[in-house]
């Protein structure tokens, strides 16, 4: 059996898995017998979410991912938060249940266009979201991610030049924002620019004490009618927080798990997508990540995630760069 061929051709390895099998309590075995710790994204299956050891959005899980005293991390998200997690600790191996978990938003910038596009303005510092290859972290000054990007940006100068990649809806929010004028790469996430403003609107007819709370990621139309607006951690905060008993969510319908067990007395509802068969915005590579799949990767350690230490030396120091400065 040549496991690395079937993942060449799946993605992951296509393994029949017992039906009668305790998949959380195998996997919870399989864990602590190989010293491994799970680091989950918000925007995973809710079984995804209770079964790992950290549920964050890119900024915790990067500093997770940074301190974790583990022989083996499994990133339950996708390739570029993998990467993320090899990079900041290198000598941990680290898995991912299906090795095309990719993202839109990282798929905007291939690194080649990105490197001429950034030789066009050579006085231009370069921010760029953490949602992007590790190629193009290798090109840039800083990273950020969307709990911390106004800070980063405010780190500089306000005279200095920034170009701000990849996402361009978290940039031109950034600039509003900061009075900055940052050159923006025209990139941006697939899941956030399909909400539909016209449902939205009718929703919030629907339920007037609802309160409407967006992702930056969101096109701006969506953002100038948000009660309040922030990364994936920020929401969650917002709806512990508020008194509301009802929000219509804007960002990836995953996070509704954590509202509710945050707030079990109070209704969340999935912003609804300009796609008439669907009622809400899932990211499809998020929810490649299965129970099946993770039981897979932790018993047979594969796929793993591995990037030459030439890339990894590089996109360190820009990680490294915004977890310092998001201490101050």
Known sequence: MDLDKIIENKGYIDLPVDSGIDLPGEINRLKRSKNAVIL??????????????????????SQQAKEANADIIVFLGVHFMAETAKILNPRTKVLIPDIL???????????DAFSEFKNQYPDHKVISYINCTAEIKTLSDVICTSSNAVKIVESFHPDEKLIFAPDKNLGNYINNLTGRNMVLWDGACMVHEKYSLEKILILREKYPDAKFIAHPECEKPLLLIADFIGSTTA?????LEDPAKRFIVATESGILHQM???????????????????GCNDC?????NTLEKLYLTLQY????????????????KPIERMLEISKK
């Open 40 to 61: 989950g994204h918000y925007y995973i299956n809710p079984e995804l979410q209770d079964i790992s050891d950290f549920v964050g959005d890119s900024l915790g899980l």
């Open 101 to 111: 978990a990719s993202c839109s938003l990282a798929e905007s910038a291939p690194s």
């Open 235 to 239: 929401l969650l905060k917002y709806t």
């Open 260 to 278: 509710k067990k945050s707030s079990p007395d109070k209704i969340f509802i999935p912003a609804p997508s300009i796609d008439a068969t669907c």
């Open 284 to 288: 499809s590579y998020m929810k490649l």
């Open 301 to 316: 350690e594969k796929p793993e995630v591995t990037l030459s230490l030439e890339v990894m030396e590089k996109a360190r």
